[in-house]
């Protein structure tokens, strides 16, 4: 229950702000934000009672618009309450009137926290480190493309046209030039993240036809996941103003480079705020060698929220700068999981295995969950990979959208540490969803098969 002198603290400020529309947003399996809009006085209103209500079933949702019902999600499709995260509440600038949006979190009615909502699933894992009396700092990189606007959306994206009308092509990363043919856009987004609360750090052109890579700053994780799904939007929603789309599928060229969301991660002690990975005098210690450990054995079974969809495996390519292995190696990015050099306070793991295409909350929550269950059960890594790993043929991931599935239906550890039912939910969408995507004949039938057999 949010405290009393805190919705009137809200509602303050919000009549300050002149701001009489409210956006209530919990995200979806696929990280899309989902919610009602209501004005000012119904959400003071309803957090006092307790009635900004959604239905459960918004979290076995597909990215068709069906829904995944089982002994868990049932097809009575019971409310759900919205709880605000104050802490949360922001201005979203490119509305035309003021407007306000806030993270929910979601209860049934005795408070018990809905096992399917993907903020949820995070908490539940951050509440394990804390009986430990540990807190995991994560810094996600985020890498998209500005596509043009376009009738046909099943055509071909194309990469837009700068400031100076010439159209990004090819390969150039790290380009300046090509940061500034899109400086008008970069300067709204850098100003929708402060009036989101966003901490964002480096900006760069990638190796893909305007193709671009943010870092968040790095943080406490569930803080640096809420800046995640509300820096998503930011890039849809200014891109949209500037006539583009942004487009965080992960392969959404099949000859160029795919679009991953890196993970930085690593666990300072609650009590003196120092990082448990190495010792005072800059050696890894045993707990950071079974963090990574733990990445190497789950995260083959955690794929499906790492890799979500059928087009998240076209990332996996070699020569193309996406992983296809769990071999883990200091400054070597060829590997899946990377430790960049640093200062003893900054030593972390880089899990690079996730595409752009995933939900923040999970994907951070899972990434997490491996460490967290590797530390636990003492796990012991591999020997340090030497050279580049893109040939290597062991430790490999699962190569297919099904495999990953089946895979993490047999995971009683991941079952155990993000919930059964949630789990299971999960998975029945991603069959329904794979089933929607079987039923769609492809350009290459059309192309090899229609007029040939």
């Avoid at 030039?177 to 480096?202: G, M, W």
């Avoid at 089933?435 to 290459?444: A, K």
Wanted: net charge negative.
């Amino acid at each position: 229950m949010t405290d009393a002198s805190r919705i009137d603290e809200i509602d303050q400020w919000l009549k300050n702000n002149n701001i009489d529309d409210i956006e209530c947003m919990i995200a979806d399996n696929a990280g899309i934000a989902r919610g009602k809009s209501m004005p000012r006085v119904k959400f003071i209103e309803g957090m006092k009672t307790r009635q900004l209500r959604m239905p459960e079933t918004v979290f076995g949702m597909t990215i068709t618009g069906d829904y995944a019902l089982n002994d868990f999600l049932s097809e009575t499709e019971r409310d759900v309450i919205l709880v605000p995260d104050l802490d949360t509440i922001c201005t979203t600038p490119w509305q035309s009137e003021p407007t306000a949006a806030v993270i929910c979190d979601a209860e049934l009615e005795d408070g018990t926290p809905v096992d399917f909502s993907p903020r949820q699933v995070l908490q539940r894992v951050l509440k394990l480190y804390e009986k430990e009396g540990w807190q995991p700092i994560v810094a996600p990189e985020f890498e998209f493309y500005l596509i043009e606007r376009q009738e046909d959306v099943e055509a071909r994206p194309k990469a837009p046209v700068g400031a100076s009308g010439r159209r990004d092509s090819g390969s150039s990363p790290y380009s300046i030039d090509s940061l500034d043919e899109f400086s008008a856009y970069f300067d709204d987004v850098y100003d929708a993240c402060e009036k989101q609360n966003i901490n964002v750090d480096t900006l760069i052109h990638e190796a893909g036809p305007a193709q671009f890579e943010f870092n968040v700053f790095h943080g406490p994780a569930l803080n640096v996941a809420d800046q995640s799904f509300l820096f998503k939007r930011i890039l849809r929603q200014v891109a949209i103003h500037h006539n583009m789309f942004a487009s965080f599928m992960a392969s959404p060229y099949p000859d160029s480079f795919g679009s991953a969301m890196h993970i930085h991660q690593s666990v300072q002690d609650m009590e003196t705020g120092k990082n448990i990975f190495a010792t005072a005098d800059g050696e890894n210690t045993e707990l950071f060698l079974s963090h990574i450990a733990g990445l190497q054995k789950y995260l083959k079974e955690s794929m499906p929220l790492i890799a979500p969809f059928v087009n998240s495996y076209r990332r996996f390519a070699m020569g193309l700068s996406a992983p296809t292995n769990t071999h883990w190696s200091r400054e070597n990015r060829s590997v899946g999981l990377r430790v960049p050099s640093g200062s003893r306070e900054s030593r972390r793991i880089e899990n690079r295995v996730a595409g752009s295409d995933v939900n923040p909350y999970f994907a951070i929550a899972v990434s997490l969950a491996c460490g967290y269950i590797g530390m636990k059960e003492g796990l012991k890594p591999s020997a340090e990979f030497k050279g580049s790993a893109y040939d290597a043929s062991s430790r490999a991931l699962p190569r297919h959208f099904l495999d990953g599935i089946k895979i993490m239906r047999k995971s009683d550890a991941l079952k155990e540490v993000l919930g059964e039912a949630f789990v299971e939910t999960y998975l029945d969408a991603k069959e329904m969803e794979y089933d929607s995507y079987s039923s769609m004949l492809s350009p290459w039938e059309t192309r090899y098969l229609l007029l040939s057999v």
